[in-house]
């Protein structure tokens, strides 16, 4: 991207951090990943994908979150706790019969970002796992209390996990 183009992203960004960030990088011709990277550096970390299992075991563990799949033809929420998972053949596992399941290729995932921003005039917390392309392969949501509030346990668990994977040295 050319720096003028990439201050244009930052500059757009600093003025709506709320911007959906697929539709920001479809209508700017960038990916996913650049849109996430040029909101104020306050609102967004960034870890290597090797972090990938370990971030997925700590979601596990919060509760119920959203989970989110946004492709340029549907967006599908999950609502509910992410399963524990593990690697095996290949893939991470998410090991549960019913409701939310199924095979991830973490080895695709190149960044998870963590992200506190506002949208859609409330707070929002978000880990984003970036594929070697640059595009999301979902986001996971700090869920939300009776008061639509982000849960504060969730935010803390968000907040200590982002400072610790984070601060890891890549693999």
């Given at each position: 991207?050319?720096?003028?183009?990439?201050?244009?992203l930052?500059?757009?960004?600093?003025?709506?951090?709320?911007?959906?960030?697929?539709?920001?990088?479809?209508e700017?011709?960038?990916?996913?990943?650049?849109?996430i990277?040029?909101?104020?550096?306050?609102?967004?970390?960034?870890?290597?994908?090797?972090?990938?299992?370990?971030?997925?075991?700590?979601?596990?563990?919060?509760?119920?979150?959203?989970?989110?799949?946004?492709?340029?033809?549907?967006?599908?929420?999950?609502?509910?706790?992410?399963?524990?998972?593990?690697?095996?053949?290949?893939?991470?596992?998410?090991?549960?019969?019913?409701?939310?399941?199924?095979?991830?290729?973490?080895?695709?995932?190149?960044?998870?970002?963590?992200?506190?921003?506002?949208?859609?005039?409330?707070?929002?917390?978000?880990?984003?796992?970036?594929?070697?392309?640059?595009?999301?392969?979902?986001?996971?949501?700090?869920?939300?209390?009776?008061?639509?509030?982000?849960?504060?346990?969730?935010?803390?668990?968000?907040?200590?996990?982002?400072?610790?994977?984070?601060?890891?040295?890549?693999?």
């Amino acid at each position: 991207m050319l720096s003028k183009d990439l201050a244009d992203l930052r500059a757009y960004m600093a003025d709506n951090p709320g911007a959906v960030i697929e539709d920001v990088a479809r209508e700017r011709n960038v990916t996913p990943r650049a849109v996430i990277e040029a909101l104020p550096s306050s609102m967004v970390r960034m870890a290597g994908g090797e972090h990938f299992a370990a971030a997925m075991q700590d979601i596990a563990q919060w509760g119920e979150v959203t989970l989110i799949v946004h492709t340029d033809d549907a967006i599908f929420e999950f609502t509910g706790a992410i399963p524990a998972g593990e690697i095996g053949r290949g893939y991470f596992n998410l090991m549960q019969p019913k409701g939310l399941h199924g095979h991830l290729r973490h080895e695709r995932c190149a960044a998870v970002a963590f992200v506190e921003r506002p949208f859609m005039g409330k707070a929002s917390a978000f880990v984003a796992f970036v594929n070697a392309g640059g595009g999301i392969m979902f986001k996971v949501f700090v869920g939300r209390d009776e008061t639509r509030a982000l849960r504060s346990d969730q935010l803390a668990r968000f907040q200590q996990l982002a400072l610790r994977i984070a601060a890891l040295p890549a693999a």
